[in-house]
């Protein structure tokens, strides 16, 4: 599985001098962790246990050195993990795995032949065949109650009237690439660029193969995966079919589509998200997610169950204080188990129609490789039996199961033992403090190096999630963990703002970012301090995007870091509500209205309007082609530098979008240029 060839000059060339200087003098030689090792991690997602939760089908997931990628295969475990064996293996990208209602089939998506493509494998004989030859890459697949049928959602060209009909060129004639002509109002999107002239439909196709039948056209997206109801007569869609769609995008709805008759109806209709439809085992009531919208920067996704038609909606989750998140029914239709975070934890629970809750299992998560940021995937069977996603500090995501019954989980692999066992981690610990503005307890985690010594002093790294609704936690991160190998402590919190503490935390910053958040960032570098092992001489901060944005504003606000660095930020409020990828969003959540009614109110919000109190050597560091945060923030803030004459440089991360760490050699080159950095400016 691994395919890590270790070449001594590229591991020279990345783990770079100081890196190796660092180490040399405390650790055994090659027992630290290192940028390189990042192409050796693996973890496991997209769990699908079956009905009686005997077999748990997962996917394996790790990286090419050799093609700078990320690939995955489909694995096979019992419930006990005794007997854990591959079903695909190769350089390729197998994921999505769902297991026929009569599990004798698997259904999956492979990129083996190219082009994403779905495959059917009988698992008695071993048997497969391509199932599809799409034109577009196949998603969200959904089996028929009876096993015959499979929904899916695929993008189809929308086609519109043009404007105008160029005149056609001469043969042989060599012109520019005809202009591009753009009236919407979302036209890029990060991670995709410019967007294409598509529209997410739904399909069925049959089980033996053929032409899937489209059933849903226009100018409108269909989202989430499909759901069946009990007889298979329909299919439950969420879609914003609204007519103020463009300016409202997350008003969403729960569709109705008839498979006889075509016809789709909406089954909610309140303003405000609804989605993620779940029928019940009875077919006679559906859980849906959702809020009523007002707004707030952060609202939490309630739990709702409303009858076949669509009629008397009830909140269930009305009184539990959390996100809802990756609904199932159980069983006998008494309760709904869900996903949630809390205090920087992801864990699975019980919720009955009463609205009690009942925790299952805790440490869900380990998907974000590069950091600790919630996340995780889980599934159920009909007796209780569950299979998740494990990760604590120490590792990635593994396979892990527990029982509803017994209340007991069990790790069942341990994808990364082979490289842990001789390179060492850092030792991660909770921390509670109080913030220095309102006497509020702040979240946060400290991770030391390897074979730390408490009678030393430690250079300190503040690291700043993005978001800024989102939480870290206690879960693995390459890069907390190559900090702490190159010499350095890490502190890394959830100031207010963060998720997974309930509405009115997440809501201090709303009109209000950044704001207080900087207090707590500053109490939680004090309260490490306190501890005694800190050289209060050699203090760093960095962090992208949310955190980007409160790096920027923490050196326009202090001169007690010595380097600082600004990874994908915003700098200036104003350009980036009308250049990023979600115009019709950010303005009217995170503002009070448009830049231009508020210009004060924006102007106030932004760090560009502290630059001049900047004396930090400063680098910014940013994806060329991230659209989320666009790189004219970064370039904004790096002339103003400049022209400062504050010390600064610009790293722009080739071929990489707001998510950097999408390719191995980016994590890598990101950390190693922040290290670099940081170790310029130490004293």
């Not at 996603?389 to 082979?418: E, F, I, Q, W, Y």
């Not at 074979?451 to 206690?474: C, Q, R």
């Amino acid at each position: 599985m691994k395919k890590l060839l270790f070449f001594t000059f590229l591991a020279l060339l990345i783990q770079s001098n100081f890196l190796i200087a660092q180490t040399k003098k405390e650790l055994p030689p090659n027992s630290t962790f290192a940028p390189i090792d990042v192409f050796q991690l693996e973890y496991v997602s997209n769990p699908e246990i079956s009905a009686d939760g005997s077999r748990i089908f997962f996917v394996r997931n790790f990286k090419d050195i050799m093609t700078d990628r990320n690939r995955s295969n489909i694995w096979i475990s019992d419930f006990n993990g005794t007997e854990i064996y591959p079903l695909t293996t190769g350089a390729q990208n197998d994921f999505s795995p769902r297991l026929s209602p009569t599990e004798n089939k698997l259904l999956y998506v492979s990129n083996k032949d190219g082009k994403p493509q779905m495959y059917l494998r009988w698992l008695d004989n071993g048997s497969e065949f391509k199932l599809t030859n799409l034109t577009h890459s196949p998603s969200n697949l959904s089996w028929s109650p009876d096993g015959k049928s499979i929904a899916f959602l695929m993008s189809v060209p929308f086609k519109t009237k043009p404007l105008v009909q160029l005149p056609s060129k001469p043969d042989g004639a060599k012109w520019e690439i005809p202009p591009k002509y753009i009236d919407q109002m979302k036209f890029k999107s990060d991670g995709a660029g410019f967007l294409k002239n598509e529209r997410k439909q739904l399909f069925v196709l049959s089980v033996d193969g053929g032409t899937p039948r489209q059933l849903t056209f226009g100018d409108y997206e269909v989202n989430g995966t499909p759901e069946w109801t009990t007889t298979g007569g329909s299919i439950l869609i969420t879609s914003n079919r609204n007519t103020n769609r463009e300016m409202d995008p997350a008003n969403s709805e729960i569709y109705e589509v008839n498979l006889n008759s075509g016809k789709i109806s909406a089954l909610t209709k309140r303003h405000g998200p609804d989605s993620n439809p779940k029928i019940s085992p009875d077919g006679k009531s559906i859980a849906y997610l959702g809020n009523d919208e007002n707004y707030d920067g952060y609202q939490v996704t309630r739990l709702y169950v409303m009858n076949r038609t669509g009629k008397s909606p009830k909140c269930v989750s009305c009184n539990f204080d959390r996100d809802i998140e990756n609904i199932n029914w159980s069983k006998n239709g008494l309760g709904i188990y869900f996903q949630y975070n809390d205090k920087g934890n992801t864990k699975i629970a019980l919720l009955n129609l009463n609205g009690k809750v009942t925790d299952l299992a805790k440490n869900i998560g380990g998907l974000s490789i590069g950091r600790p940021y919630s996340g995780g995937q889980y599934s159920v069977a009909k007796n209780g039996k569950f299979a998740y996603t494990h990760s604590t500090p120490d590792h990635p995501a593994d396979l892990a199961t527990g029982d509803t019954k017994s209340k007991k989980v069990n790790r069942l692999t341990s994808l990364n033992d082979d490289l842990f066992s001789y390179k060492k981690l850092g030792n991660v610990e909770e921390i509670w403090f109080e913030s220095s503005f309102d006497k509020r307890k702040i979240q946060g985690w400290i991770c030391k190096p390897p074979n730390f010594n408490p009678t030393k002093k430690y250079p300190l790294i503040l690291e700043i999630h993005g978001g800024p609704f989102a939480n870290y936690g206690d879960r693995f991160s390459a890069e907390v963990q190559l900090f702490a190998a190159a010499g350095y402590v890490v502190l890394y919190t959830n100031p207010r703002g963060s998720t997974s503490y309930g509405k009115e935390f997440g809501n201090l910053i709303h009109h209000n970012y950044p704001s207080q958040d900087y207090d707590d960032l500053m109490s939680g570098v004090d309260a490490v301090i306190q501890k005694g092992y800190i050289d209060e001489n050699n203090l760093m901060v960095t962090g992208g995007s949310g955190g980007g944005v409160l790096t920027s504003w923490i050196v326009g606000k202090t001169d007690r870091f010595r380097a600082a660095v600004v990874a994908k930020p915003v700098i200036n409020w104003y350009s980036f509500v009308l250049y990023a990828d979600g115009p019709a969003f950010f303005y009217k959540y995170w503002f009070p209205g448009k830049p231009w009614d508020y210009t004060e109110h924006y102007m106030k919000r932004s760090p560009i309007s502290l630059v001049g109190n900047v004396k930090t050597p400063t680098m910014l560091l940013t994806g060329e082609q991230d659209y989320r945060t666009p790189m004219g923030e970064s370039e904004q803030y790096y002339a103003a530098l400049k022209l400062n004459n504050v010390e600064t440089a610009l790293v722009r991360i080739q071929g990489a979008g707001h998510g950097i760490a999408a390719k191995p050699s980016n994590l890598m080159a990101k950390i190693v240029y922040i290290l670099g950095w940081f170790e310029r400016y130490k004293k």
